[in-house]
């Protein structure tokens, strides 16, 4: 029955997608850690500003006299490429030659990580650091699927004073699950559109005032795309997620769909989003897409991104969340110059904007030390974050004139054997290049953003899902079985709608939600608010 449970919530997001293996991991390197500390107490402790006695105290240093340490290290890709091999011995090399350990790259694409990951993770291969989501965390923890990363705080000072309060953001009960990226922390929905086909339609992004506030806004939307059909018949005009999704972004769903706070989280009970008029509506949208024929035929079962489908040719648009500099991000990953047309406001949650992805410590981790120490020096390794971003540098990119990197002489999007630009997904891109088109302070700018974001007023709150573990693995059976088609339109709203409803309620879904709003109401009695800052 537990198996069953884990796939079930396994499969509730492609941001929380982990299986970890059963085995205990032992710490087989000189230096351990006082395994009878409590998490609790270790908590406390780092959260009293411990970054700097963690790096007092610190007890690894690489050893170049032993055999090197292999590191089993997950990550997500835009696209394997061919230069994987390539990426792969520079790794090697730099991490033997500055901390004595070699690293078995696990790359693996967003539409592949859920499944590929529980298989590789079931079978009990070997695994040191690995993405994780918040709506996984509690199932993980009961299960002892992970280790917590306060017990290894003293070897990961770079990451706790990079990070600051963020480091704690995965913390639940006391059990740290994760580490966050160095990112933009602002979670947006917009349309990316290929330049060239709205110049050519004679428009621009300053034409559209797209709010998911105002449902009647979306009319301009379909104008566009019905402009785009009308000149390009065997055009699909817009891909990527499904436009109902993005009303999740309008609510801080505190790590799961199921149960949700609407109004970016200033709105702080608990409520049903699938009840609300803006999913019906949006959902209305994305029937009358379907129908208009503005999406392709197998919008809700093709595995492809937006970026993909846009790389190949016929596709015009595709929604996705956007940032400050996401222009520049698409050209590089589509080879198409695009327009960004907002379609709601930024905000911050510690579901979404945090912990939507994490780097767990496995617990089938052979020496849990030296893997901590490994994420330690990879978060502050410039040249580890360029080499699994960008590829070999003087083959796949080279540094420009300004201080960016950039393909070299002969090399663009269609030729490069390796490129990601897949930054915001590793542990620490600001300590890397960025690439050309973005100011050489885009890692400033990021920061500045993120100051001034909006935040959720439960921004800080983690749940525990383990006291609704089957509640949430049957809720999240339901969701699967109607999410993609009502998300895409192609199947009637109004009986879709229903028939979600009421299968969720059968499902246990008010006791998720109530589950929920006690575990906030006690967080909040404790914490007050968390929208200031």
């Excluded at 795309?225 to 065997?234: G, Q, S, T, Y």
């Excluded at 769909?257 to 702080?268: A, E, T």
């Excluded at 016929?314 to 969340?321: A, E, I, K, P």
């Excluded at 006291?467 to 009502?486: F, G, I, K, M, R």
Aim: glycine content about 10%.
């Amino acid at each position: 029955m537990k198996k069953r449970v884990l796939c079930s919530i396994l499969a509730a997001s492609m941001a929380a997608a982990a299986l970890v293996s059963c085995s205990s991991g032992g710490e087989s390197s000189t230096a351990s850690t006082d395994s009878s500390t409590s998490a609790s107490d270790s908590t406390a402790s780092a959260e009293s500003g411990s970054s700097e006695e963690s790096s007092e105290t610190a007890a690894w240093t690489p050893n170049f006299d032993e055999e090197p340490y292999t590191v089993h290290f997950q990550y997500c890709v835009a696209a394997e490429g061919t230069g994987l091999d390539g990426v792969q011995e520079a790794v090697n090399e730099l991490a033997l030659e500055e901390i004595n350990m070699q690293v078995d790259l696990i790359p693996q694409t967003m539409g592949t990580w859920t499944q590929n990951l529980s298989m590789m993770l079931a079978a009990n291969e070997p695994l040191d650091l690995f993405l994780n989501g918040s709506g996984n965390f509690g199932t993980f923890i009961e299960s002892g699927y992970m280790l917590d990363w306060n017990d290894y705080l003293q070897y990961v000072p770079d990451v706790l004073e990079g990070m600051g309060e963020d480091a704690y953001s995965a913390n639940v009960g006391g059990f740290l699950a994760g580490f966050s990226q160095m990112k933009e922390r602002g979670y947006q929905g917009g349309l990316v559109a290929r330049k060239d086909i709205m110049d050519e339609l004679g428009l621009s992004p300053d034409d559209f005032t797209v709010d998911i506030n105002d449902i009647d806004s979306f009319q301009q939307l379909d104008d566009l795309f019905a402009a785009v059909k009308e000149a390009h018949p065997d055009m699909v005009a817009v891909g990527g997620s499904g436009v109902a999704s993005f009303g999740g972004n309008f609510a801080d769903n505190l790590g799961d769909n199921f149960g949700m706070l609407l109004n970016y989280g200033q709105d702080l009970e608990v409520v049903n989003y699938f009840e609300t008029d803006q999913y019906r509506d949006l959902c209305e949208i994305a029937r009358r897409w379907f129908q208009a024929g503005f999406e392709s035929a197998d919008a809700a079962t093709t595995t492809d991104s937006g970026e993909t489908l846009m790389k190949a040719g016929n596709l015009f648009s595709y929604l996705t969340n956007v940032k400050p500099n996401t222009d520049v991000e698409k050209l590089a990953q589509t080879g198409y110059e695009v327009y960004v047309i907002p379609i709601q406001q930024e905000v911050m949650t510690t579901s979404m904007s945090i912990n939507a992805i994490v780097y767990s410590l496995a617990n089938a981790s052979e020496d849990p030390v030296k893997a901590a120490a490994f994420y330690n020096w990879c978060y502050q390794s410039g040249e580890f974050q360029d080499l699994i971003n960008w590829g070999v540098e003087g083959v796949d990119w080279e540094e420009k004139e300004d201080g960016t990197a950039g393909y070299p002489e002969g090399v663009d999007a269609s030729s490069v054997s390796y490129h990601q630009d897949f930054g915001w997904a590793y542990p620490n891109q600001f300590a890397g290049h960025p690439w050309e088109g973005n100011d050489v302070d885009v890692w400033e700018q990021y920061e500045e953003y993120n100051a001034g974001l909006l935040r959720s007023k439960a921004y800080g709150f983690t749940y525990d899902s383990t006291p609704v573990a089957n509640e949430l693995a049957a809720c999240t059976s339901v969701y699967d079985q109607y999410d993609n088609d009502l998300n895409f339109g192609t199947i009637d709203t109004e009986s879709g709608i229903q028939q979600l409803n009421d299968a969720l309620y059968g499902a246990g879904l008010q006791t998720i939600m109530d589950e929920k709003q006690t575990q906030l109401d006690a967080w909040l009695a404790e914490n007050g608010e968390g929208a200031e800052g």
